[in-house]
């Protein structure tokens, strides 16, 4: 499809979602539905602000894949639970969260909404692959600033970045991020490499904070060539940066890798346009039914039915 694709990080927007809604909102049988129902308005809202073409709802099928933790073991080892008869690793959510996910699934699936989660793979990885195979204009829906490295105005794609909802992102554009961070989408990756992320375990190079890793790749343009600029006596660096960057040698070989998104994931064969009708109709009615999903799907399910009309 060569319309505006519209890439859902569907975890991102369904914490935030969880935490926005107050669980006061639930089902008959008192179970809270807070992020199902935020979900639903988010999809609702996004769909009739933005009129995607094509919408797919990206999921994490491995949030912590082996082969990124290889390369770096400290890779979201803190967000780990250790179940107590040393089971496998867990991501730690909120006990009311989890029940959630197979209803927000099962929704989307009765919608004809694309649901796509890839073995092995994070949900940014997908997203990532969708965008680098896309023909038209893509919108990135995401709380994580990991994805602004695919920004790229040539391509028309951007990232739609929540602040305090999906009704008034942040527009992350090259300019956008140049104002921000002084790099482009391109670099956004070495940047972020070179600075670390706490959330996300990466120790990053002790000593360069986020401006200071601006500078050195707006002096030495990317990742290759700060590190021959450590090799270069005559190249500028200070004593420190150059002792710094050198002793983060093994890190830097193997962390591009693990945070630069995958462009390859092997993907599923799904249709991807925004559905006009449910695929389902009887299994959204028994949904909305069982889980109390009133208004949010209604709405939803208007704002689909009339999502086409000009396009």
């Given at each position: ?10 975890a991102s927007l369904y914490f935030r979602a969880y ?42 099928a491995d949030w912590r894949p082996a082969w990124r ?243």
């Amino acid at each position: 499809m060569t319309g505006r694709l519209m890439l859902l990080d569907t975890a991102s927007l369904y914490f935030r979602a969880y935490f926005g809604v107050p669980e006061s909102v639930k089902a008959p049988d008192g179970t809270p539905v807070n992020a199902v129902r935020g979900l639903l308005d988010f999809i609702d809202r996004l769909v009739r602000d933005h009129r995607p073409d094509a919408l797919v709802a990206c999921m994490d099928a491995d949030w912590r894949p082996a082969w990124r933790v290889e390369l770096i073991p400290s890779y979201k080892a803190h967000r780990v639970a250790e179940e107590r008869a040393g089971g496998p690793d867990a991501e730690e959510v909120p006990d009311t969260l989890s029940p959630q996910v197979p209803v927000i699934e099962a929704v989307l699936d009765a919608l004809g909404i694309a649901r796509v989660g890839v073995a092995g793979y994070e949900a940014d990885d997908v997203i990532g692959t969708f965008t680098a195979r896309a023909t038209g204009p893509v919108d990135i829906v995401t709380g994580d600033r990991d994805l602004f490295q695919l920004v790229d105005d040539a391509r028309g794609v951007r990232v739609l970045y929540p602040v305090k909802g999906v009704g008034n992102p942040q527009i992350m554009d090259e300019a956008a991020l140049r104002e921000k961070y002084g790099v482009d989408g391109g670099g956004y990756a070495d940047l972020a490499l070179l600075r670390g992320d706490p959330s996300d375990g990466l120790p990053g190079v002790p000593g360069v904070g986020e401006k200071t890793a601006a500078k050195l790749l707006e002096r030495f343009g990317d990742l290759a060539g700060i590190m021959a600029a450590v090799d270069d006596p005559a190249s500028g660096l200070t004593p420190a940066q150059r002792r710094r960057l050198d002793e983060a040698r093994a890190y830097v070989a193997v962390a591009p890798k693990v945070v630069r998104v995958a462009p390859d994931v092997p993907l599923p064969e799904v249709g991807t346009a925004l559905p006009r009708a449910p695929r389902d109709p009887e299994t959204v009615r028994a949904l909305a039914a069982r889980w109390n999903l009133g208004g949010s799907l209604q709405r939803l399910l208007a704002t689909l039915e009339g999502a086409t009309d000009g396009v």
